[in-house]
């Protein structure tokens, strides 16, 4: 597990990349696979069963070049697991790599010990056993790698794939499903000439190559109809500002499922961990039509518009109700800071450690944390919070912004402003982690606390 680490660690100090030229790469010259549907080992009576082995391929993400992957399946992005809610599935993985690892089901309302705590490590060689409740409405949730320190490498190298829960509400809407209902990982990359990723803390001048589902500025094929994207940043860092050159797209879904009606919109924002699931109609384009998801001016995606085709699919005003809050007493303060020199990252003044409780909450309780982002050297940050969907009340006092009003577990809190969530801790107890998602900050620089979620809250758990 050294080595890794090691690399990892090592980035910090050293001198900016010596990497080398990068690859040339021509936009829209490979076609976007969509990641395979996993096969249950078992379908049990009332639950499914899978397998996975972590491990190093080769793939073929830039034309003519090998890259070394960390995978949970066979390339770069996983392979998605279909759930349905109520309908619990477990998940035996085994680690092949040569490094410790974790996996974290992010979004998903699981007990503890399935969690993927950061310190609930599966060492090389060995297994571990998930079991996912599925006791949540359906979402596009995601998993990958949460060992302590490793992640922002771990997550950066391929280890992330999809988990999409489909609950039986959403089957009645008349969303396009099936084929038309395709999962998108963006991420980025810093590559050297000859393929090989490039992991340095903090790369951002580094990671220039956008992929979207492992691939660089691939193009993709579709019918003139509507289609759902499942759009997941799996980037560590970058913030993505998603245009379809001023086109309208309609926004049906956020990170914990659907929105409870549709939102019409030309641009989101989508910080890392984050997700939206976005419905675009090619039936208003012509046959021929090439359309570019772009982050602000630089391409991400081509989709281009090849064929006609039936569509009965369509987007209902009102897709799903909000599940209701009660109303909790409790208000909390977390304030992020950053020492730079010690390129440390704060949440209430503290780094992250294993055996502090930074919080108690009371099982069954819903309460509402203010996130102010008092970092003084600027940077963006974010709040994701294990085990819960919460709501975005508001930024600054001001409504949320478009798109934020759904569950979410991710919310970007940009320099010196300040995010109000409500918090239902509803369930399970146990230790879980909350962490800003910039994964480079909350891995290297200690940027993560803990919740501790009790029956008893008592003189000595108390805030
Ligand atoms: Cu997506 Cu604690 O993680
Ligand atoms: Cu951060």
Known sequence: SGTSEASAMAGMDSP????????????????????????????????????????????EMLPGLRTSVYTYGSGFVGPTIRA?????????????????????????????????????????????????????????????????????????????????????????????????????????????????????????????????????????????????????????????????????????????GLLPEPVEQTEFVLAPAERIEIVIDFARYRRGTKLVLADGDRPVLRFDVQWEEEDYSRVPDTLRPLPRLSDGPTDRQITFTSNLKEHKFFIDGKTYDANRIDAWVERNSTEIWRITNADAAGFQHSMHLHLVQFRVLDRDGAPPWPGESGLK??????????????????????????????????????MMAQFQVTDYLNESNER
């Open 16 to 59: 900016p990349p010596t990497a080398g030229p990068e690859p040339k790469i021509t936009p829209f010259a490979v076609r976007m696979p969509v990641p395979p549907t996993q096969r249950p080992v078992a379908v049990g009576d009332g639950m499914d069963v899978y397998h996975q082995t972590i491990r190093v391929v080769d793939e």
């Open 84 to 256: 349905r809610s109520g309908r619990p599935v477990i998940v035996r993985r085994t680690n092949r790599l040569p490094v410790r690892t974790n996996t974290h089901l992010h979004g998903g309302h699981v007990p503890a010990d399935s969690d993927g705590h950061p310190m609930a490590l599966m060492e090389p060689g060995e297994s571990r056993t998930y079991c996912y409740p599925n006791e949540q409405p359906g979402a596009t949730l995601w998993y990958h790698d949460h060992a302590h320190v490793l992640e922002a490498e771990g997550v950066y190298r391929g280890l992330h794939g999809f988990y999409l829960l489909e609950s039986e509400d959403e089957r009645y809407l008349g969303l396009p499903s099936g084929c038309y209902d395709i999962p998108i990982m963006l991420t980025d990359a810093h590559f050297d000439a000859n393929g090989k990723m490039i992991f340095i803390t903090d790369d951002g001048g580094g990671r220039k190559t956008l992929l979207a589902n492992g691939r660089p500025q691939p193009y993709f094929p579709v019918a003139a109809r509507r289609y759902r994207f499942r759009l997941l940043n799996g980037s560590n860092m970058r913030i993505f500002r998603l245009n379809l050159g001023g086109q309208v797209m309609t926004q049906i879904g956020s990170d914990g």
């Open 409 to 446: 577990d991710t919310v970007l809190v940009p320099p010196n402003t300040s995010v109000r969530i409500k918090i239902p801790f509803d369930g399970y107890r146990g230790v879980y982690v909350y962490h800003c998602h910039m994964l480079d900050h909350s891995a290297f620089g200690g």
